[in-house]
């Protein structure tokens, strides 16, 4: 099974998906967290300098480099299912149709750039007010993340694909333990 949580910058992806994680073993379930971008691989190096402004791509460049990245890990998400692992990604490829579409690429094409990965079973926004985004970032911010009107999109954007492709909203912006709640309800009804 593979569980994707969504969403926006300090939405806690990364909080959320451990405590995911610590929950499933309590289930008696293994599970294992791959983080996109994956800035380990040489892809994700090169992605990593373009966020932090080190390199210029044009959108499609950037995008085709993002799932790249993800089909660079296909084979070890492909490994962890066969070994009956749940596979939590702290985002996937559901994040490029949204920052693919608000940098004006088309949808289908964004689509095609993923097909033939392992599929999701379940998806969940974290659906964080920008406001609140904001407040939690105390580090620097990649080009992504610093421009508000930008992020405002994201956000809008995120919840309209939401809709489209069915994914499960969960409000990111109250306590994390709340969120927490709401996303194992989610995933329970999914797991035996």
């Known amino acids: 099974m593979i569980i994707v949580i969504e969403g926006f910058d300090q939405a806690g992806k990364k909080t959320q998906s451990k405590l995911l994680s610590d929950y499933l073993k309590t289930r008696s379930k293994k599970s294992m967290i791959f983080s996109f971008p994956d800035y380990t691989t040489p892809i994700g190096k090169e992605i990593k300098n373009f966020l932090g402004g080190k390199r210029k791509f044009p959108p499609q460049v950037i995008h085709c480099l993002l799932a790249a990245n993800r089909w660079e890990r296909s084979k070890d998400i492909k490994d962890a299912l066969a070994k009956n692992y ?3 990604m702290n985002r996937y ?3 490029n149709l949204v920052y693919g579409s608000v940098n004006g690429l088309d949808l289908k094409w964004l689509e095609n750039l993923d097909r033939g990965l392992p ?3 379940i998806v969940i926004l974290l659906d964080v007010k920008v406001s609140d985004s904001f407040s939690r970032k105390t580090q620097k911010r ?3 993340e610093k421009n508000k009107t930008f992020a405002l999109k994201i956000a809008s954007t995120y919840r309209k694909l939401a809709k489209k492709y069915h994914w499960n909203i969960v409000n990111a912006s109250q306590e994390k333990t ?3 709640q709401q996303i194992r309800d989610i995933v329970s009804k999914h797991i035996r």
């Open 93 to 95: 490829y559901q994040s």
């Open 86 to 88: 749940v596979v939590i």
């Open 119 to 121: 599929k999701e079973n």
């Open 178 to 180: 709340l969120v927490h």
């Open 142 to 144: 990649d080009r992504f």
